[in-house]
């Protein structure tokens, strides 16, 4: 089963930028569609992101307003979030999620639609 692992987390000023990276290790890359999700401190872990297995299709929290971008490079087994114009209500552990998917095109949007996860990093943003 595949092994995911965080990293790219940090503390920063409102308006900065940041690319968290996640690396699976175990198992083949390719076959796992995977997620971005979020949990700040007395809230649920939320939806941020989703991609399918080929990269062909992304979706997004409404709430992120175009400013994150997620990527995967299946040669190197790593999916990548770019967060651009951060904002203090974006401080949350951020946990990426992978999910075997027979089918190349299907994205995931739901925390229990998910079987792995990573440890998660922190993201703190300040005003």
């Known amino acids: 089963q595949v092994q995911l692992v965080e990293s790219g987390g940090g503390s920063v000023q409102a308006g900065d930028s940041l690319r968290l990276s996640c690396a699976a290790s175990?198992?083949?890359?390719?076959?796992?569609?995977m997620g971005w999700f979020r949990q700040a401190p007395g809230k649920e872990r939320e939806f941020v992101a989703a991609?399918?297995?080929?990269?062909?299709?992304?979706s997004y929290a409404d709430s992120l307003q175009g400013r994150f971008t997620f990527s995967r490079d299946n040669e190197k087994n790593t999916v990548y979030l770019q967060m651009n114009s951060l904002k203090p209500e974006d401080t949350a552990v951020y946990y990426c999620?992978?999910?075997?998917?027979?089918?190349?095109?299907?994205?995931?949007?739901?925390?229990?639609?998910?079987?792995?996860w990573g440890q998660g990093t922190q993201v703190t943003v300040s005003s």
């Open positions: 175990r198992g083949t890359f390719s076959r796992y569609a």
């Open positions: 999620a992978a999910r075997e998917e027979v089918y190349i095109s299907v994205l995931r949007m739901r925390v229990n639609e998910y079987d792995y």
């Open positions: 991609i399918t297995r080929d990269s062909s299709r992304t």
